[in-house]
């Protein structure tokens, strides 16, 4: 049973990104914290432009909103301190959606302390605490950089470990637009050590569209495994079902405020 219940969790395969999706996600995670956001706004504008030729976001079927980008470049991971691994060894997942609810409505779950009741795949801890920009973003400053303890459960294991989330607010081409670069400074294993998250790196986009937003993670993960024979598709597959079901829960937590 279990076996049956891990290959229904890798899904379809996700059609491969575009070049100028995968240079402009991994544009968006190098130039996060440039002072001038002129060239993270044109990533983020590439990106926009790069989902709507390849996948419908407001789809139901999530395998109909994913794409695989391009495997992680060093360089696009300068910025920040994270474990001394080969980024191209991490797993790459896109997954889209257009949420019903504008970026800044999104706010609200950024600075949320507890972030449980939004967090499918963390039921029992996701606390957040704010190492800059708690009080003041967005409305007087545009970044909020967060430290995160969390116990992350899928099909695949249970690991608690701490990863770092920053938060930007910017306008782009006249519109909302918010942008989160998380990762794991350290890597973690779960508690038998029989699975162990080496690197984690996430560029996250929330783009006005209308009344609502374009939502977009880009992630990349290396998870090694001792004992489960979980291959790449595996991994993906079930990255992306707890993508989903995050945007699932975040767009009915704001719809019940």
């Known amino acids: 049973m279990l076996l049956l219940l891990l290959t229904l969790a890798a899904c379809v395969p996700a059609p491969d990104a575009s070049e100028d999706f995968s240079d402009a996600a991994q544009a ?11 060239a993270l706004i044109e990533a983020v504008l590439a990106l926009e432009a790069q989902i709507y030729a390849a996948v419908d976001p407001a789809a ?7 794409m695989t980008p391009a495997r992680l470049e060093a ?4 910025g920040y301190r994270h474990p001394d691994r080969d980024p191209s060894l991490a797993t790459p997942v896109t ?4 949420s019903p609810h504008a970026p800044e409505t999104h ?13 499918p795949a963390s039921p029992d801890l996701y606390d957040r605490v704010f190492d800059e920009g708690g ?14 303890q969390v116990i992350r459960q899928n099909l695949l294991f249970t690991i608690e470990n701490q ?17 989160s670069r998380g990762w794991f400074e350290e890597s973690a294993s779960d508690a038998d050590e029989t699975a162990r998250i080496e690197q984690s790196h996430t560029i996250e986009l929330w783009l006005e569209q209308g009344g609502g937003a374009l939502r977009a993670q880009v992630t990349w993960v290396e998870t090694v495994f001792t004992e489960l024979d979980a291959d790449e598709a595996l991994v993906s597959g079930t990255l992306r079902i707890g993508i989903d079901a995050q945007f699932t829960a975040h767009d009915r937590w704001l719809s019940e405020r």
Do not use: M, Q
Not at 60 to 66: G, S, T, Y
């Open 135 to 148: 009080d003041c973003y967005p409305a007087t400053c545009e970044f909020a950089r967060t430290t995160n």
């Open 163 to 179: 990863s770092k989330k920053d938060f930007r607010a910017l306008d782009a081409d006249g519109r909302a637009l918010r942008l």
């Open 28 to 38: 968006a995670l190098a130039h996060f914290d440039d002072s001038d956001p002129t």
């Open 60 to 66: 139901d079927d999530f395998n109909v909103r994913a």
């Open 95 to 98: 997954l889209t959606w257009l």
């Open 107 to 119: 706010d609200a779950i950024v600075l949320l302390d507890d972030l449980t009741p939004v967090e």
């Open 75 to 78: 360089n696009a991971t300068a």
